[in-house]
């Protein structure tokens, strides 16, 4: 069963398209495989509940990249109490003064819990390197310490999913430009991301010897295009889901039961209490 339920989560085979072609992907035709994998989340979620799993899936990508979007799309239809994320500040001083990975432990998952990472504890690997908040040894302590945590965070139950979201220096350029002229997203943007924004390279160079580093069969790296923003989540919902033995756990047939008579109840006035109708 595990393996049909896999197979409604993948994309149907019109879905593998030429670059150019990939741009004909519409409004309509993504919320339409949006729903679809919606109901695939919700299906994984009553699976994670009733096996009592513990999934960790981790975001990590360029500043633009689409990781807070892409983790809209999966949580918007799933519930809060099994789908947990988590986006840490920079850390205080007593956490500075702790182990680095020590922060980071306390948020993984326990048992029917799926906690995603908007950025993680690769953090260290990333933007504390290129930005100069760590000296060059604390990366090399890093980058040799996370696969062998990952590897016990796998040995005891946790399903580890890494996804490195790739934008190009053009989409990226036109996302931020963007942020600075919409005043709903003009909060996105931080004084860092404007220094980070000249480091492109360093950057690149950072991500690649992370990737050296940490991909490891036990928990490997997986990297999404994401310039197109739609088909990118698509692509990392179908995948993500792909990656996990879920099975779709019966429920019995739901109806509404019958109300209970007024017994003579009279509805107050609540009209003076009423929201002004501006709408």
Known sequence: MAKKKQAEAEAPEERAETPSEAQKLTRKDYEREL???H???????EWVRH?????????????????????????ERVSPRTFRVVALPAPTERERSQMYIQRYLPHLPAASEVVIFDRSWY?????ERVMGFCTDHDVEVFL?????????MVDSGVILLKYWLEVGQDEQTRRLEDRIDDGRKIWKLSEMDLKSYTRWYDYSRA????????????APWFVVRSDDKKRARL???THLLSKIPYEEIPRPKVELPKR?????????????KLVPEVF
């Not at 109901?39 to 979620?45: P, S």
């Not at 799993?53 to 807070?68: L, N, P, Q, S, Y």
């Not at 991500?207 to 036990?218: C, G, H, N, V």
């Open 260 to 272: 209970k008579k007024d017994d003579d109840y009279v509805e107050p006035d609540y009209s003076d």
């Open 207 to 218: 991500r690649d010897e992370m990737f050296r580093a940490t991909d490891k069969p036990w």
């Open 51 to 75: 096996e009592k799993k513990k999934i960790c899936i981790v975001f990590e990508g360029r500043d633009g990249a689409g990781k807070g979007g892409t983790i809209k799309a999966i949580t």
């Open 144 to 152: 040799t310490n996370a696969p062998w945590v990952e590897r016990a």
């Open 235 to 237: 692509n990392i919902i």
């Open 123 to 127: 953090n260290r690997a990333g933007v």
């Open 35 to 37: 729903a679809r994998l």
């Open 39 to 45: 109901v695939e989340l919700v299906k994984l979620q």
